[in-house]
């Protein structure tokens, strides 16, 4: 048998198309062209808005949505859900913030350079009260201030705006190297998270605080004072989502900008957050809130209400100049 024999009995199966089938089919596709009625388009349009309004209601409600990028060398999107909807956990936030970095490009300053950073600050006047109060009766007197500080590329020297002057103040000689934030130190910082844990546990070695506190407040310098470059960022997200007792919450900051915190809970009843941008992961700024809820409380915070911002400071500029006092 050839082909076009097997093509005949196949066919000669199968019921052929009658007239009266066409002209139903014909019906049903007039029928489809034909405008809609104004009351069955009211309809839908009602049915359209519910749905949208529903999905509102469930972004504003916080339920959580994964979002999967895959690092593809541009951090684009791959599949799930947009950038700015709520994340499931820390480790989701920052392998988004990993993706995200995959192919931008480490900037840092010469050794002759210098990173500017300007911060909103805000300081609980409760405990301004208490500090003034101690014989040396030292530090803020204003819950609310300017802070602006650039730092050499080489770590070498650091300097400060005076607010009420606006006088350049310089220090020469590096930082605590306990503590360290400088440009030259960050670009000694591996970009692997595991291997940046352990390269941070070593130096905060000296710290006289529980190793993971100690690792999440380098951390935290490095974030608020170092301005790292995005790959160092993400994986010091990374760092910080792998410790206990942190989680993320949708929060804004001291400018009233929309981010997610990052947080973790030290043994004094103090709650750190590092605040980003949901969209560029940015960092935003910083808050420091008393949570209570242990047996001794630092005497420092004793009589603050649970829930009240310690320290809130929003990151409003950044960037590299050629000398202190410059801006970018």
């Known amino acids: 048998m050839n082909d076009l024999d097997m093509v005949r009995d196949l066919r000669s199966e199968v019921r052929q198309s009658r007239a009266g089938d066409l002209q139903h089919a014909r019906r049903r596709m007039m029928a489809a062209l034909a405008p809609e009625p104004p009351a069955r388009r009211v309809r839908r349009m009602v049915l359209r808005v519910a749905a949208v309004g529903a999905f509102g209601a469930t972004i504003a409600a916080g339920v959580t949505v994964v979002q999967s990028l895959a690092p593809d060398g541009r951090g684009t999107q791959t599949t799930g859900a947009p950038a700015w909807l709520p994340v499931a956990n820390a480790q989701t936030l920052a392998e988004h913030a990993t993706a995200a970095a995959a192919g931008q490009p ?45 730092t050499r590329g080489d770590g070498e020297e650091r300097a400060m705006r005076d607010e009420s002057s606006g006088t350049i103040q310089r220090r020469r000689g590096g930082a605590d190297p306990r503590l360290r934030f400088d440009p030259a130190y960050l670009r000694s910082l591996p970009l692997e998270p595991s291997a940046l844990a352990e390269r941070l546990k070593k130096d905060t070695s000296q710290i006289a605080l529980p190793r993971a506190r100690a690792v999440s407040h380098q951390i935290l310098s490095i974030l608020e004072e170092g301005a790292p470059a995005a790959r160092l960022r993400a994986a010091l997200y990374t760092v910080l989502s792998r410790l206990d007792d942190v989680g993320v919450e949708p929060v804004r900051d001291l400018l009233g900008r929309q981010g997610v915190a990052i947080y973790t809970r030290d043994d004094d009843g103090v709650r750190q957050e590092v605040i980003i941008d949901p ?13 209570g809820g242990v047996k001794s409380p630092d005497p420092y915070y004793s009589g603050l209400p649970e829930g009240e911002v310690i320290t809130s400071r929003a990151r409003v500029s950044v960037g590299i100049v050629d000398e202190a006092g410059d801006l970018p």
């Open 106 to 150: 480490d900037v840092y300053p010469r050794a002759d350079q210098w990173v500017y950073v300007k911060w909103d600050s805000y300081t609980s006047p409760r405990l301004l009260a208490k500090a003034t109060a101690q014989p040396a009766g030292a530090g803020r007197t204003r819950s609310r201030e300017t802070v602006e500080r650039w």
């Open 279 to 291: 969209t560029t992961f940015d960092l935003l700024g910083a808050r420091r809130v008393y949570v």
